[in-house]
C-alpha cells in the first residue's frame, strides 16, 4: 500500500510541474514583442542588496550617491522600463519587428497611437547585452519625452549600468530635465 501511494504522489508531483511549465512556454509563445518587464524582472532580482553608483542631475545640479538598494528599489528605479514594456492585447500590431545586425528592434508604426516609440535590444550570442528605450508622452497640457538604456556585463550576466534621462514639459513651465545614471559594483 506504501509503495502505491509513493507512486501516486510522484505521479501528481510530475503532472503538475509538466502542466506549469507548459503553460508558461504556452504564454511566452504568444507574446509578440520582446519580454521587457520580465527581463527586467529576471536581472533585477539578480541585483537585491547590490550597491550602485548613481549620479542624478535635475536642471543641472548634480548629485552623487553610493546606495545598496533593494529588489523594490531596483523596481522603482527601472520603472521607466517596466512602463515601456509594449506586450498588451491593444499594442498587438501596433509595432513593427526588424533586425538590423545585432539589433532587434520594434518600432511603432506611423498610424498606431502608443507612448513607446522605439525599443532596441542588442544581443551577443542570443543573450541580450543592451536594451535602449523612446517614449514620448503629450497632451494639451504636458509632454515628456524618456529615453533610457541598459547594459549588461557579459562576464557577470548581470546589469552593469544604465541611463534614464527625461524631458518634462507643463504648459507655461519652463522644461524640467532628469538625468538619473548608475553605476552597479
Request: with cysteine; proline share 3%; glycine share 4%.
Amino acid at each position: 500500500m506504501n509503495l502505491k501511494n509513493q507512486l501516486l504522489f510522484g505521479l501528481l508531483i510530475w503532472a503538475a510541474f509538466s502542466c506549469t511549465s507548459g503553460q508558461a512556454d504556452k504564454k511566452m509563445e504568444k507574446l509578440p514583442y520582446f519580454n521587457l518587464s520580465g527581463f527586467v524582472d529576471l536581472e533585477l532580482a539578480k541585483l537585491d542588496g547590490a550597491t550602485v553608483t548613481k549620479i542624478s542631475e535635475i536642471n543641472g545640479e548634480e548629485t552623487t550617491v553610493d546606495k545598496t538598494f533593494s529588489l523594490q528599489d531596483w523596481k522603482e528605479e527601472f520603472e521607466a522600463f517596466y512602463s515601456a514594456d509594449i506586450n498588451t492585447p491593444a499594442l498587438a500590431l501596433s509595432y513593427s519587428t526588424e533586425t538590423e545586425g545585432e539589433y532587434l528592434i520594434h518600432r511603432l508604426l506611423p498610424d498606431s497611437k502608443g507612448k513607446v516609440k522605439e525599443i532596441k535590444i542588442r544581443y551577443i550570442k542570443e543573450y541580450p547585452v543592451a536594451i535602449s528605450i523612446r517614449t514620448t508622452d503629450k497632451n494639451l497640457f504636458f509632454s515628456s519625452i524618456t529615453v533610457g538604456e541598459l547594459y549588461m556585463n557579459q562576464a557577470t550576466e548581470k546589469i552593469d549600468h544604465y541611463a534614464i534621462e527625461t524631458t518634462q514639459k507643463v504648459w507655461f513651465l519652463d522644461p524640467t530635465h532628469i538625468k538619473i545614471s548608475g553605476a552597479i559594483r
